[in-house]
Protein backbone atom coordinates (compact mmCIF):
# COMPACT_ATOMS: atom_id res chain seq x y z
CA UNK A 1 0.00 0.00 0.00
CA UNK A 2 2.67 2.44 0.69
CA UNK A 3 4.62 1.83 -1.93
CA UNK A 4 1.93 2.02 -4.39
CA UNK A 5 1.45 5.85 -2.93
CA UNK A 6 4.65 6.70 -3.09
CA UNK A 7 4.85 5.45 -6.53
CA UNK A 8 2.29 7.69 -7.86
CA UNK A 9 3.51 10.45 -5.92
CA UNK A 10 6.21 9.85 -7.58
CA UNK A 11 5.02 9.65 -10.52
CA UNK A 12 3.21 12.82 -10.53
CA UNK A 13 6.11 14.67 -9.78
CA UNK A 14 8.09 13.80 -12.90
CA UNK A 15 4.96 14.50 -15.06
CA UNK A 16 5.16 17.95 -13.44
CA UNK A 17 8.80 17.88 -14.47
CA UNK A 18 8.27 17.54 -17.87
CA UNK A 19 9.97 14.72 -20.32
CA UNK A 20 12.47 17.23 -21.53
CA UNK A 21 13.74 18.39 -18.32
CA UNK A 22 13.19 14.38 -16.83
CA UNK A 23 15.63 13.39 -19.95
CA UNK A 24 18.13 15.83 -18.84
CA UNK A 25 18.38 14.57 -15.01
CA UNK A 26 21.78 12.53 -15.05
CA UNK A 27 21.44 11.26 -11.13
CA UNK A 28 19.06 10.84 -8.40
CA UNK A 29 19.98 10.23 -5.20
CA UNK A 30 17.06 8.05 -3.22
CA UNK A 31 16.56 5.65 -0.28
CA UNK A 32 16.89 1.54 -1.66
CA UNK A 33 12.49 1.69 -2.23
CA UNK A 34 11.30 -0.13 -4.92
CA UNK A 35 8.49 2.65 -5.19
CA UNK A 36 11.51 5.24 -5.79
CA UNK A 37 13.35 3.07 -8.13
CA UNK A 38 10.64 2.03 -10.65
CA UNK A 39 8.89 5.57 -10.94
CA UNK A 40 12.67 7.15 -11.51
CA UNK A 41 13.53 4.33 -14.41
CA UNK A 42 10.34 4.40 -16.01
CA UNK A 43 10.35 8.26 -16.23
CA UNK A 44 14.32 9.14 -16.17
CA UNK A 45 15.63 5.58 -17.61
CA UNK A 46 18.78 7.46 -18.52
CA UNK A 47 19.43 8.75 -14.91
CA UNK A 48 21.78 6.65 -12.36
CA UNK A 49 20.10 5.78 -9.14
CA UNK A 50 22.42 7.28 -6.01
CA UNK A 51 21.67 5.33 -2.88
CA UNK A 52 21.75 7.62 -0.19
CA UNK A 53 24.41 6.87 2.21
CA UNK A 54 22.87 8.34 5.28
CA UNK A 55 20.44 5.69 4.36
CA UNK A 56 22.66 2.64 4.35
CA UNK A 57 24.41 3.65 7.65
CA UNK A 58 20.57 4.47 8.96
CA UNK A 59 20.13 0.69 7.84
CA UNK A 60 22.85 -0.77 9.38
CA UNK A 61 22.20 1.08 12.67
CA UNK A 62 19.02 -0.84 12.59
CA UNK A 63 21.14 -3.80 12.39
CA UNK A 64 22.90 -3.42 15.32
CA UNK A 65 19.72 -2.30 17.41
CA UNK A 66 17.91 -5.84 16.41
CA UNK A 67 21.14 -7.50 17.66
CA UNK A 68 21.04 -5.77 20.93
CA UNK A 69 17.71 -6.70 21.43
CA UNK A 70 18.12 -10.59 20.73
CA UNK A 71 21.18 -10.87 22.48
CA UNK A 72 19.11 -9.24 25.62
CA UNK A 73 16.55 -11.80 25.33
CA UNK A 74 19.18 -14.66 25.51
CA UNK A 75 21.07 -12.98 27.91
CA UNK A 76 21.42 -14.19 31.63
CA UNK A 77 20.41 -11.46 34.67
CA UNK A 78 24.27 -10.29 35.11
CA UNK A 79 24.53 -9.80 31.41
CA UNK A 80 21.09 -8.18 30.70
CA UNK A 81 22.33 -5.63 33.32
CA UNK A 82 25.37 -4.09 31.35
CA UNK A 83 23.50 -4.77 27.62
CA UNK A 84 20.44 -2.81 29.05
CA UNK A 85 20.39 0.93 27.67
CA UNK A 86 23.16 0.69 25.62
CA UNK A 87 21.39 1.29 22.01
CA UNK A 88 22.82 4.69 21.79
CA UNK A 89 25.96 4.01 23.17
CA UNK A 90 26.69 1.41 20.59
CA UNK A 91 25.70 3.68 17.96
CA UNK A 92 28.16 6.23 18.75
CA UNK A 93 31.71 6.95 17.27
CA UNK A 94 33.77 5.20 19.65
CA UNK A 95 36.10 7.56 19.78
CA UNK A 96 33.83 10.30 20.81
CA UNK A 97 32.97 7.98 23.95
CA UNK A 98 34.58 8.72 27.12
CA UNK A 99 35.21 8.00 30.91
CA UNK A 100 32.62 5.67 32.39
CA UNK A 101 30.61 5.28 29.03
CA UNK A 102 33.55 3.99 27.66
CA UNK A 103 34.51 1.77 30.00
CA UNK A 104 30.83 0.02 30.02
CA UNK A 105 31.20 0.00 26.21
CA UNK A 106 34.41 -1.73 26.47
CA UNK A 107 32.53 -4.35 29.04
CA UNK A 108 29.96 -5.09 26.52
CA UNK A 109 31.81 -5.80 24.01
CA UNK A 110 33.79 -8.43 25.48
CA UNK A 111 30.79 -9.59 27.07
CA UNK A 112 28.77 -10.22 24.02
CA UNK A 113 30.94 -11.78 20.89
CA UNK A 114 27.84 -10.71 18.46
CA UNK A 115 27.10 -7.21 19.72
CA UNK A 116 31.19 -6.67 19.28
CA UNK A 117 30.37 -8.43 15.48
CA UNK A 118 28.18 -6.01 14.73
CA UNK A 119 29.48 -2.66 16.21
CA UNK A 120 32.69 -3.39 14.17
CA UNK A 121 30.75 -3.74 10.93
CA UNK A 122 29.26 -0.80 11.71
CA UNK A 123 32.43 1.34 12.22
CA UNK A 124 34.15 -0.35 9.37
CA UNK A 125 31.27 0.67 6.93
CA UNK A 126 31.61 4.28 7.56
CA UNK A 127 34.91 4.98 5.94
CA UNK A 128 33.65 2.61 2.40
CA UNK A 129 32.37 6.86 1.06
CA UNK A 130 35.82 7.96 2.18
CA UNK A 131 37.06 6.46 -1.10
CA UNK A 132 37.39 8.50 -4.71
CA UNK A 133 38.07 5.81 -6.72
CA UNK A 134 35.30 3.14 -7.35
CA UNK A 135 37.50 0.71 -7.95
CA UNK A 136 39.35 1.33 -4.37
CA UNK A 137 35.91 1.14 -3.03
CA UNK A 138 34.90 -2.40 -4.15
CA UNK A 139 37.70 -4.04 -3.00
CA UNK A 140 36.87 -2.34 0.83
CA UNK A 141 33.00 -3.18 0.09
CA UNK A 142 34.10 -7.01 -0.37
CA UNK A 143 36.03 -7.39 2.17
CA UNK A 144 33.51 -5.91 3.97
CA UNK A 145 30.91 -7.89 2.74
CA UNK A 146 32.71 -11.21 3.39
CA UNK A 147 33.63 -10.68 6.90
CA UNK A 148 29.50 -9.68 7.30
CA UNK A 149 28.67 -13.49 5.99
CA UNK A 150 31.97 -15.01 8.10
CA UNK A 151 30.18 -13.39 10.84
CA UNK A 152 27.15 -15.77 10.92
CA UNK A 153 24.73 -13.26 11.99
CA UNK A 154 21.25 -13.57 10.39
CA UNK A 155 20.37 -10.01 10.29
CA UNK A 156 24.05 -8.82 9.25
CA UNK A 157 24.51 -11.30 6.39
CA UNK A 158 20.77 -10.23 5.24
CA UNK A 159 21.95 -6.91 5.49
CA UNK A 160 25.35 -7.28 3.66
CA UNK A 161 23.62 -9.37 0.69
CA UNK A 162 21.22 -6.16 0.45
CA UNK A 163 23.67 -4.06 -0.32
CA UNK A 164 25.82 -6.45 -2.39
CA UNK A 165 22.38 -6.75 -4.47
CA UNK A 166 22.61 -2.81 -4.65
CA UNK A 167 26.47 -2.22 -5.23
CA UNK A 168 25.53 -0.14 -8.39
CA UNK A 169 23.78 2.27 -6.31
CA UNK A 170 26.37 2.69 -4.37
CA UNK A 171 29.43 2.99 -6.24
CA UNK A 172 27.06 5.55 -8.06
CA UNK A 173 27.72 7.54 -5.19
CA UNK A 174 31.71 8.05 -6.42
CA UNK A 175 30.47 9.03 -9.36
CA UNK A 176 27.77 11.58 -8.06
CA UNK A 177 28.41 12.55 -4.64
CA UNK A 178 25.24 13.46 -3.92
CA UNK A 179 22.55 13.14 -1.23
CA UNK A 180 19.26 13.55 0.32
CA UNK A 181 20.15 14.78 4.16
CA UNK A 182 18.94 18.02 3.21
CA UNK A 183 15.45 16.81 2.06
CA UNK A 184 15.29 14.78 4.93
CA UNK A 185 16.33 17.67 7.41
CA UNK A 186 13.17 20.03 6.13
CA UNK A 187 11.20 17.17 5.84
CA UNK A 188 11.87 16.71 9.91
CA UNK A 189 11.53 20.35 10.97
CA UNK A 190 7.94 20.90 8.45
CA UNK A 191 7.17 17.44 11.24
CA UNK A 192 8.01 19.66 14.03
CA UNK A 193 6.18 22.61 13.07
CA UNK A 194 3.05 20.50 12.52
CA UNK A 195 3.25 19.36 15.64
CA UNK A 196 3.46 22.72 17.72
CA UNK A 197 0.93 23.57 15.61
CA UNK A 198 -1.39 21.19 16.94
CA UNK A 199 -0.75 21.62 19.83
Known sequence: MENGWAEKALNRFYRKLGKKRCRQIEAVAMDMWPAFMKATKKHCPQARLVFDKFHILSRMAQVVDQVRRREFKRASMKTREVIKGSRYLLLRNRAKVRGKKRIRLSELLAL????NAVHVSNKDLKPLWDYRSPQWAETYFRDWYRRAIYSKIEPLKKFARM?????????ANFLYPIHSSLLKAINNKAKVIKRIALG
Open 112 to 115: NKPI
Open 163 to 171: LRKHWEGIA
